[in-house]
């Protein structure tokens, strides 16, 4: 098949891109950066945003799936606009003129934190609906809520076939942005202060990438499906974290509203003298929510499986030691922290 695939070189993108030019697609890739390993394997990379509605067209011109993987994790509160614009706004005129240009398929990435957030400990399925009120002081999950919207409502007014992936937390080797794996980095670095009190879902970023392949023909249209490889608490997350890599895990453990009263104190002195917090105050509060979710739909329908999640931990720490930390080497956790 001819694919489109927006947001190619992010973390789940890199490991996508390769099982689909071995399936023997023809690929082009949408995006604002460079992507040599793409071009290596035959792709035709076009470097343009979403924004640019001609070379969204252009970029169309012959395709018959898109995968639309474009996105920016980001927490700060500050910033609901631009998370607005790309998210809902970017996916709502892609999808558009995916109709326009007569596009057979298109798979969207999203995320579990559009369907799996709970202050209590619960697994969350697809028939649970939409946590607004868990997710109203995060922008970020809201304009992903937004975007699932806006591709839903598209498939039900147009009959354009649109699949929803949810995967977790992903975790894996080759994440060069810190985009997913921050969690981990973090914790190697001391930079988490106490133990939260909730738990998460992680999977593998190579077995989310092998059902996002999978769902090119096996989704079905107007369907989400969670991609969770497993749910930990945060205490039981660290301490195989710890036993991994030797770093030892959060002694201090408070009750949830001291953790994040404390996280936005850290904040507000960090600013004071000039540098960056350790760990900023939305994330502190989202370990205090339980992530925890459900993926037997995904199993049946894509035929998605998780492999042992302490492999996946293990590559993760072994690639960040590997690459990250040793980069940083030369630096003190204390300069880090400031921002250096």
């Known amino acids: 098949m001819n694919l489109l695939v927006t947001g190619g070189t992010g973390f789940l993108g890199a490991a996508l891109v390769p099982l689909l030019a071995r399936a023997g697609h023809r690929l082009r890739l949408l995006q604002r950066s460079a992507a040599p390993e793409a071009e290596a394997l035959g792709a035709d990379v076009r470097r343009a945003g979403l924004e640019d509605a001609e070379a969204v067209r252009a970029a169309l011109d012959g395709v ?23 998210h809902v706004q970017g996916t709502r005129r892609l999808l558009e003129a995916c109709v326009a240009a007569g596009v057979r398929r298109v798979i969207l990435a999203s995320t579990s934190g559009t369907i799996a957030v709970s202050k209590e400990e619960r697994v969350a399925t697809e028939a649970d609906p939409y946590p607004i009120a868990a997710v109203a002081g995060w922008p970020y999950y809201l304009s992903k809520i937004f975007q699932e919207k806006a591709a839903l409502r598209i498939h039900r007014d147009t009959g354009l076939p649109v699949v929803v992936l949810n995967p977790s937390l992903l975790l894996g080797p080759g994440d060069a942005r810190l985009s997913s794996t921050d969690v981990v980095f973090k914790f190697l670095e001391r930079r988490i202060p106490a133990m939260p009190t909730g738990g998460l879902s992680f999977v593998d ?3 989310a990438a092998r059902a996002f392949a999978a769902a090119l023909e096996r989704g079905r249209p107007g369907e989400r499906y969670l991609l969770g490889g497993a749910n930990l608490s945060f205490r039981d997350f660290f301490g195989r974290l710890e036993r991994l890599s030797g770093v030892a895990a959060p002694r201090v453990a408070l009750p949830g509203g001291l953790n994040v009263a404390g996280a936005r104190l850290l904040e507000k002195l960090s600013g004071w003298r000039g540098a960056e917090a350790p760990i900023d105050a939305p994330s502190v509060e989202m370990g205090e929510h339980f992530w925890y979710c459900d993926s037997r739909k995904a199993e049946e329908a894509l035929g998605f499986s998780a492999r042992d999640p302490q492999e996946t931990l293990f590559e993760t720490v072994r690639w960040l030691e590997q690459h990250v930390r040793a980069r940083n080497a030369p630096e003190t956790v204390a300069e880090l922290v400031r921002g250096r």
């Open 64 to 86: 018959d799936a898109v995968f639309h993987l474009a996105g920016q994790v980001d927490f700060d509160p500050a910033e609901p606009a631009r998370l607005y614009e790309l």
């Open 205 to 207: 970023v190579r077995d």
